[in-house]
DNA sequence: CGACCATTTGATATGGATCAAGCGATGTGG
DNA sequence: CCACATCGCTTGATCCATATCAAATGGTCG
């Protein structure tokens, strides 16, 4: 456990892993907006730098944001899943890229339409700036997460996973350890060892490398710290 | 420099520091709203868990938004300077608590008035929305940060400071190394050793503790990488 | 079957954390 | 006005978690 500020304070609140903005009832109206189109697998949807004249919800498969740092590293922003809706980010242009992980189905709506929309209605604007908040609140949870230790943030990318792709205690990793190193700000070997480990411990069993078995939530909880 | 993934890319894009939100002309109508409100040194504005019934401005002062965590440790989440807006966050409830670094005076807008000014004037939820993409964009900077050595936080945080306080080359930080560390998601030591650094390097001069003045920007910057 | 790619595992190096001491500024009481 | 405590910061020595370099393993596709 690394050091960094040693409050003894009474305020003990865990990071809570919010996953990424999931729309169910939420953007009702908008969705009749967009047209549903397919990505393959490794297809780009937009790159860093694009004007960000739409924005994205995920209908199949999982999509990725990432950025190519000036040296070469790569950071995952965060993967999206069916319901989630990406492509908010900042302002006139996309501060990240999107790309299909695996092959996906997405809707596509036009910014400027939505924004339109907004100006008539009030709940398309609420709705606009809900689906933003919590955006806000996935980012701040990332943060969170990179300034732990390896074995806590990768426990608790798999508790996160496991809560949003709610098939029992079975998870079906869409993304390669490569991608989980870049989002999590480790190396795919750390990536890969901390699971090892996490097997030995017996909190998970890793019947495939793409498929995790969380064998014992409680004990991943308390490693997530 | 950390290795993380190498992708020799075609797509170099410098994390742009992007400040906290600053709304110059933004909010105008909507600062009749707010009660302008006195906060001493070290005063809480608020607190992790509190209900988010209010956004704010800062006038005068710097106020930080922290998160403890479990394990004692505290992640700084940004440093708000007068014309900066913070309290947007996620949803229902603060992520983060707000104290002021020195002393403040700070705009206390209430949440609910703005949502029903918003639903009446499409102007006014606009840039509610502009407020917090902007400030969404910021946090994604933070995490690029994150994934940096000690040197490029350090760097970039100084080069973040020095354009929010525009007074030629010479910064006076309003906050502690503690802070900063926190913020950084370093020790202290570390801190005040890439500072020393940075000085021996002729990058910058350190006056006094609090001051720091700014010798070679570009030096900074490719530090920053 | 063989080539290729993703993943795991091993050995070693290193950046930053930790532990500890020193230093300078500020403030307090005598 | 000066001794002395305190606090924030710096500097030094050492340790450790994770990166790096390297090789082995395993699964997939032609």
Redesign the interface.
Known sequence: ?????????G?????TN?PPVRSGELLGAIELMGAPMPFARNAEIY???DPAEYLYKVIEGTVRTS?????????V?GFYLPGDVFG????DEH???AEAIADAKVLVIKRSAL?AL???D?DV??Q???V??????R??D???L??KSAQERVAAFLLEMAERVPAGNAVDLPMSR?DI??YL???IETVSRTLSRLEHLSAIELPSSRRIVLRNRSALSRLN?
């Open positions: 456990m690394l050091r960094q500020t040693a409050y003894h304070a305020a003990f609140k865990q990071a919010s790159e860093e730098g950025k190519l740092l000036a040296d070469g590293r790569r950071q922003g908010l980010e900042t302002g501060a990240f890229s924004i907004a100006d008539r009030p604007a609420r606009l700036w809900s933003t908040c919590r955006e806000l609140g980012v701040q990332h943060i969170l990179l300034i490569q190193a870049d700000g480790l190396t710290a």
